[in-house]
């Protein structure tokens, strides 16, 4: 695969200011999309959404000070993309679509004033070491004042495709242990922080006092955080994802992570749209699948 230059990308898709290629943090490439009502960055590396902005608003992703911007290692913060397994269902943790550095096949302004990006990644020599069949998967951020996000993968192998998936995106949060969670009342989950014991929630939104790193099979539902300390609801509304993942690391997990502060675990929350587990993802030879979720926030 031909890594694409700084200038190459400009050159191609920079005609118009709404998306320009920079150099990031680690010396990385990154796309900076700006829309009328909101901006983002992507880096090329993992696809990997690491800044949204709407306008009038506060930063919605949350960003480790102390992530790591290199090839073959993930950024901490942002929106990793887990592919094509997740957890450790694999080696590397969470699958090799965030640990290298994909291909921008588009860029622009659309017709309705939000700005986008896609970027592919195919099987080559180095993934079939970790993972042998034939695939290509395309991510494609949109802008505007909501983030769009939609991984399709398409099975370009002679056999079934069957792999897990997930936009494991990190929120701003004023304080985790003020933050509301609605949308998984009554929900039955596996408490991944407790030997994967089954739970079901009561009919209260969702608080948090301790590590949470829970796994919502078949649940479709839209979640929305509501802080009332930033004085905003964020929605995570998604389609075609039948999992969801909530985790904060708390107090020895952040310890634990030398590319995590120590005190930056109250002011993060994953909600992640997933397909993991029994709700992995069987594609024929040629079908495709497209998992997307759909980023709102609005002041309280
Ligand atoms: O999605 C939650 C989780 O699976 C946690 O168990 C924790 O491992 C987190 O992902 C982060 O994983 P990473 O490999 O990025 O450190």
């Given at each position: 695969m031909t890594r694409q230059s700084l200038e190459q990308l400009n050159k191609t898709f920079?005609?118009?200011?709404a998306v320009r290629f920079e150099t990031g943090n680690g010396g990385l490439i990154r796309a900076v999309l700006s829309a009328n009502a909101g901006e983002a960055h992507v880096y090329l590396h993992g696809a990997h959404v690491s800044h949204f902005q709407p306008k009038?608003?506060?930063?919605v992703l949350f960003m480790s000070a102390r992530s790591i911007f290199e090839p073959g290692k993930p950024i901490r913060g942002g929106v990793p993309i887990c592919f094509p397994?997740?957890?450790?269902?694999?080696?590397p943790m969470h699958g090799f679509g965030r640990l290298t550095e994909w291909t921008v096949e588009s860029a622009g302004r659309q017709s309705d004033g939000s700005v986008s990006i896609t970027l592919a990644l195919s099987s080559n020599d180095w993934t079939r070491s970790m993972w042998p069949h034939e695939f290509v998967a395309r991510f494609t951020a949109r802008i505007s004042a909501t983030l769009e996000m939609s991984l399709e993968v398409t099975n370009r192998s002679q056999g079934e495709l069957s792999y897990e998936e997930a936009l494991h995106t990190y929120f701003v949060v004023s304080d985790i242990r003020q933050v509301l969670v609605h949308g998984l009342e009554g929900a039955t989950y596996r408490d991944k922080a407790n030997k994967m014991q089954p739970r079901q929630r009561d009919n209260q939104p969702l608080r948090f006092s301790a590590e949470t790193d829970s796994v919502y099979p078949s649940n479709t539902a839209t979640c929305i955080i509501e802080d009332p300390g930033l004085r905003r609801r964020i929605s995570v509304e998604k389609h075609d994802s039948r999992t969801t993942v909530v985790w904060n690391p708390w107090i020895d997990k952040a310890k634990a992570?030398?590319?995590?502060?120590?005190?930056?675990?109250?002011?993060m929350l994953c909600i992640e749209t997933a397909n993991t587990a029994e709700n992995r993802i069987h594609l024929a030879p040629g079908q495709s699948h497209t998992i997307r979720a759909v980023i709102r926030t609005e002041s309280m």
């Amino acid at each position: 695969m031909t890594r694409q230059s700084l200038e190459q990308l400009n050159k191609t898709f920079g005609a118009d200011p709404a998306v320009r290629f920079e150099t990031g943090n680690g010396g990385l490439i990154r796309a900076v999309l700006s829309a009328n009502a909101g901006e983002a960055h992507v880096y090329l590396h993992g696809a990997h959404v690491s800044h949204f902005q709407p306008k009038g608003h506060a930063p919605v992703l949350f960003m480790s000070a102390r992530s790591i911007f290199e090839p073959g290692k993930p950024i901490r913060g942002g929106v990793p993309i887990c592919f094509p397994w997740f957890g450790q269902s694999g080696n590397p943790m969470h699958g090799f679509g965030r640990l290298t550095e994909w291909t921008v096949e588009s860029a622009g302004r659309q017709s309705d004033g939000s700005v986008s990006i896609t970027l592919a990644l195919s099987s080559n020599d180095w993934t079939r070491s970790m993972w042998p069949h034939e695939f290509v998967a395309r991510f494609t951020a949109r802008i505007s004042a909501t983030l769009e996000m939609s991984l399709e993968v398409t099975n370009r192998s002679q056999g079934e495709l069957s792999y897990e998936e997930a936009l494991h995106t990190y929120f701003v949060v004023s304080d985790i242990r003020q933050v509301l969670v609605h949308g998984l009342e009554g929900a039955t989950y596996r408490d991944k922080a407790n030997k994967m014991q089954p739970r079901q929630r009561d009919n209260q939104p969702l608080r948090f006092s301790a590590e949470t790193d829970s796994v919502y099979p078949s649940n479709t539902a839209t979640c929305i955080i509501e802080d009332p300390g930033l004085r905003r609801r964020i929605s995570v509304e998604k389609h075609d994802s039948r999992t969801t993942v909530v985790w904060n690391p708390w107090i020895d997990k952040a310890k634990a992570m030398p590319d995590f502060g120590d005190d930056e675990w109250p002011g993060m929350l994953c909600i992640e749209t997933a397909n993991t587990a029994e709700n992995r993802i069987h594609l024929a030879p040629g079908q495709s699948h497209t998992i997307r979720a759909v980023i709102r926030t609005e002041s309280m």
